[in-house]
């Protein structure tokens, strides 16, 4: 299925995934984890990250669990998003989540709408699987945090 972003000017198509992406979603992976090559955890990067990244990525895109979006403009990757079924404590609610992670946008596509259609398609996602809730894993504080904070999390 494929979304269409609506923010004026810019076209922006997004959609699931698949393993023939694979090359985007490493790249876009491993460019996210660069960008915060200052911060205290996400700096530590491993040597061999170039090495594992595609074999995890390879593992996430052939999870029924996972799903990562992609969003492109006239055919270019341009912003991925990653969703992954998950299940809570068995004592608390909802059982069943579903946990973002993986946000990236290309610097110049920033400010575009590009991450809120993307956003709009997970939801759509979740809404399928009969998720009622969404976690976010981020970087606390910065600009990321404010863009988010703009998308009601």
Same mark, same amino acid.
């Given at each position: 299925?494929?979304?269409?972003g609506?923010?004026?000017g /810019? #076209?922006i !198509?997004?959609?699931?995934a698949?393993?023939?992406d694979? !090359?985007?979603?490493v #790249? +876009?992976r491993?460019?996210?984890?660069r960008?915060?090559?200052g911060?205290?955890?996400y $700096?530590?990067?491993?040597?061999?990250a170039?090495?594992?990244?595609p074999?995890?990525?390879? %593992?996430?895109?052939?999870?029924s669990?996972?799903? +990562?979006?992609?969003?492109?403009?006239? $055919?270019?990757a341009?912003?991925?998003l990653?969703?992954?079924e998950?299940?809570?404590?068995?004592?608390?609610?909802?059982?069943?989540?579903?946990?973002?992670s993986?946000?990236?946008? /290309?610097?110049?596509?920033?400010?575009? $709408?590009?991450?809120?259609?993307?956003?709009?398609r997970?939801?759509r996602?979740?809404?399928?699987?009969g998720?009622? %809730?969404?976690?976010?894993?981020?970087?606390? $504080?910065?600009?990321?945090?404010?863009?988010?904070?703009s998308?009601?999390f």
């Amino acid at each position: 299925m494929t979304t269409t972003g609506t923010e004026p000017g /810019v #076209a922006i !198509d997004v959609r699931h995934a698949v393993a023939a992406d694979l !090359d985007t979603v490493v #790249a +876009f992976r491993l460019a996210l984890i660069r960008e915060y090559a200052g911060h205290a955890l996400y $700096g530590r990067v491993h040597p061999e990250a170039d090495v594992r990244a595609p074999r995890l990525c390879e %593992e996430q895109l052939a999870s029924s669990r996972d799903a +990562f979006f992609l969003a492109e403009s006239h $055919g270019t990757a341009v912003g991925m998003l990653r969703c992954t079924e998950s299940h809570a404590s068995p004592l608390l609610l909802p059982e069943r989540f579903a946990y973002l992670s993986s946000a990236y946008v /290309v610097p110049r596509w920033r400010r575009h $709408g590009v991450l809120r259609t993307l956003l709009a398609r997970a939801e759509r996602w979740c809404a399928a699987r009969g998720l009622t %809730e969404m976690r976010l894993h981020n970087v606390a $504080g910065g600009v990321a945090a404010t863009t988010w904070a703009s998308l009601d999390f």
